[in-house]
């Protein structure tokens, strides 16, 4: 719901969109953006295993930003040339909310549902020179969110591949270990 719910917060067909975050949310994120038209969607962490998750689910170009930090270097890649239109925060992390910040287009949106420490600061150049509109997402429109991701889904979307691990519910320990190495996707617990 919270994937659907930001994604679907701007208009997504022919533009280029960056995601900051390749948690489950993020990854779920890039297949969403894929299926109803987005041009490019980049995506950015610092998880190689949750980049590769994001690439099977259709990203145009996945960036470690700790190996590759300018995002702008993969413009001529995806044969883009002033930034991108639409932004998801998806990390909580304040440099990836920077960054995301530094390479929007002009009258670009950027919607923010990662939870940003108090203590963030922001180049405000960014968004008032650029003209760009900020929608915080909190929770999701749960009804019609469910409606949306029913109908995506029954329309052909897959997003099985963000489902990385399942486990009985007695293996839970078992369960939170790998998610505290973050690799992995979503995990199940079978009741």
Request: charged share 20%; proline share 3%.
């Amino acid at each position: 719901g919270n994937a659907v719910h930001t994604v679907l917060s701007y208009e997504m067909v022919g533009e280029d969109v960056l995601i900051t975050g390749a948690g489950p949310i993020g990854i779920m994120a890039v297949a969403i953006c894929k299926f109803v038209g987005a041009r490019n969607v980049v995506i950015t962490d610092i998880n190689d295993y949750r980049l590769k998750l994001a690439q099977k689910m259709g990203a145009s170009k996945t960036i470690n930003i700790l190996k590759e930090p300018s995002i702008s270097n993969c413009y001529n890649d995806i044969n883009m040339k002033n930034g991108f239109d639409v932004g998801l925060e998806m990390s909580g992390n304040p440099d990836a909310f920077k960054n995301m910040l530094k390479h929007m287009y002009h009258g670009g949106k950027v919607a923010l549902l990662g939870i940003l420490p108090l203590s963030t600061q922001i180049n405000w150049d960014d968004v008032i020179f650029k003209g760009l509109k900020i929608k915080g997402i909190y929770g999701r429109e749960m009804y019609e969110t469910w409606y949306k991701m029913t109908q995506m889904i029954r329309s052909g979307l897959d997003i099985s591949n963000v489902l990385t691990h399942k486990f009985p519910v007695d293996e839970y320990e078992k369960a939170f270990q790998i998610m505290e190495s973050g690799n992995c996707g979503k995990i199940v617990l079978e009741w």
